[in-house]
């Protein structure tokens, strides 16, 4: 794995970051400062050791998110500054999806299409704390890149209104692929509150819609990737046929609404957590295989969170258990799991109506 000090040059529109390796923390460390530490630098980039250093998008919009959960406005503050200055560079209001080192060696943006699920949850974030802080500026930037979405990324399915995953790239002859965890249903509640309330609890009622026909195998759990046709829905086996890395997310969105989605391959997966004490990283949906290796901390996180919403309580505490000693074992390593794990342990995708 690499866990090597990142030192980097300026980059030209951009501040340079560094991410380095901080002392081990000590088991009882508050988790929101053991995360930025390790994964928010001086000036707001939230780094992906995974993906050679470098950020997403999607890993901006969490860290807002968990900023707010935390009461933290100063590193909510420097968060959106970097995300504003180095990926809001389109000639729309949404966010390039990657930036990192170039083979030139400078470090920008590398790729200026959009990731949706970013776009969702960095404007999710600003409208948090929009409610939490007072600060019209966060509404003012928010509703920025929610009108972008509503305006450039909603098509139309059999009469059911989606978000594509990206301004291009994602439509296939006869059909639309999409993401099933891009869906993020909390967000879109918020966003009716402040924008077009018509179109944003439309595209809420129809995300379960296409969740429902989302799910596939002997323990029905959603993949990581659908392709949608005129005549139904199915695994876009381009991308695999796992529900694995991406489609957690689902459940971990899902346990956000009132809402019983999933719940047989869900009280398979608690059936078998309470069996071997473990949860597999991945499912095949077409093989109906498990993964050997054992699921990561988001992952026990997420299905802790279904638990509680289950009324599962005794099962979700074993669950909120075993994923904190993973975290443990993963060292501090794995932004996406130590997000997804914070997110689902503390109340930052809650809405209330």
């Known amino acids: 794995m690499m866990v090597a000090a990142l030192i980097m040059a300026a980059a030209i529109g951009s501040v340079a970051s560094a991410a380095t390796e901080p002392a081990a923390p000590a088991p009882g460390e508050n988790l929101w400062e053991r995360y930025k530490a390790r994964f928010v630098t001086a000036d707001g980039r939230i780094v992906d050791f995974y993906q050679e250093q470098g950020s997403h998008s999607e890993g901006q919009g969490y860290g807002l998110l968990l900023a707010v959960a935390n009461g933290d406005k100063p590193a909510f503050d420097v968060i959106w ?85 990206s301004y291009y790239g994602f439509t296939v002859p006869g059909g639309v692929v999409l993401n099933p965890s891009y869906i993020v249903f909390p967000a879109y509640r918020l966003f009716a509150a402040f924008d077009d309330r018509g179109f944003w609890e439309k595209l809420y009622r129809d995300g379960f819609y296409v969740i429902s026909k989302s799910y596939f195998g002997i323990h029905p759990l959603p993949p990581d990737w659908i392709v949608m046709y005129e005549s139904g829905v199915d695994i876009f086996r381009e991308k695999g046929s ?22 047989k391959g869900t009280d398979w997966m608690f059936d078998h957590f309470q069996r071997t004490r473990e949860l597999p990283l991945w499912v095949d949906l077409d093989k109906n295989s498990l993964s050997i290796a054992t699921a990561n901390a988001g992952v026990y996180a997420s299905f802790a969170a279904a638990a509680r919403r289950f009324g599962k309580a005794e099962v979700a ?30 109340g930052a995708l809650e809405v209330n109506d």
């Open 81 to 165: 500054r970097w995300t504003k200055s180095n990926l809001r560079v389109r000639h729309d209001a949404l966010f390039a999806w990657r930036w990192g080192k170039r083979n030139t060696g400078a470090w920008d943006i590398i790729d200026y299409n959009n990731a949706t699920d970013g776009d969702v949850l960095i404007a999710f974030g600003l409208l948090k704390a929009h409610q939490k802080w007072g600060d019209e500026e966060y509404r003012t930037e928010a509703l920025k890149t929610v009108v972008d979405l509503r305006t450039r990324m909603a098509v139309n399915w059999q009469g059911k209104t989606v978000l594509l995953p």
């Open 242 to 263: 796992l529900f694995g890395f991406e489609a957690i997310r689902v459940i971990l969105y899902l346990a956000q609404e009132k809402t019983r989605q999933f719940e």
């Open 317 to 346: 505490a074993k669950l909120a258990e075993q994923g904190r000693k993973q975290l443990e074992l993963e060292g501090g390593q794995n932004y996406y799991s130590y997000s997804l794990y914070m997110l689902g342990v503390s």
